[in-house]
């Protein structure tokens, strides 16, 4: 049996609720972008933050929407990305494998959260470690694919380094959604 999203536990589900979480996911997500460190290949910034408490909370299709409207949003040129970065040659680069991934991140965190997996502390840490992965597989063949890095070098650089804040992330995003479940419930009584 499906589980409410906190999204739709506390606003409902009316199609302007839904637009605003679209939207205000891609801004989300936006803000969460520059808040980055320079790295190379790969920037390490509170995306995978945001991507993840915004599929959480929104849900599967929500989420996903959310991270689409975010990457049209860079393509059409507004510097939504690491950096205040943007446009299509920014997206076709060592990156483009991570931004991709965002989506299916986002999706499987709603999904989980719908099917009531993520719903305590433990299954969101899981859902979020589950979710990495799901990031990590596009992000690191398409680094492998675009930069002359091999696959070992790939790994080694677009995600080993990402793992311990990558570790945080995800218990941040449990605090948080699990924080947001308790404040709702106490808000009903």
Known sequence: MAQDTLLHASAGAS???????VLGGSA???????VSVPMVPVPMSLQTLAVLLVGLTAGSRLGAAAVLAYLVEGALGLPVFAGGQFGLPYMM???GGFLLGFVAMAFLAGLMA???????????????????????????????AVTPLDLWGALNAGMVPFL???AVKIVVAALVVTGAWAALRTRRG
């Open 28 to 34: 989300v997500i936006a803000l969460g972008a520059q």
């Open 164 to 166: 311990l804040g990558d």
């Open 15 to 21: 199609f302007l609720t839904r637009a605003l979480a």
């Open 93 to 95: 680069g060592p990156t």
């Open 114 to 144: 719908e099917r009531g997996v993520a719903r305590g502390f433990a299954g969101i840490v899981a859902t979020g470690l589950l979710a990495s992965v799901v990031l990590y597989v596009p992000g690191i063949a398409w680094l492998d």
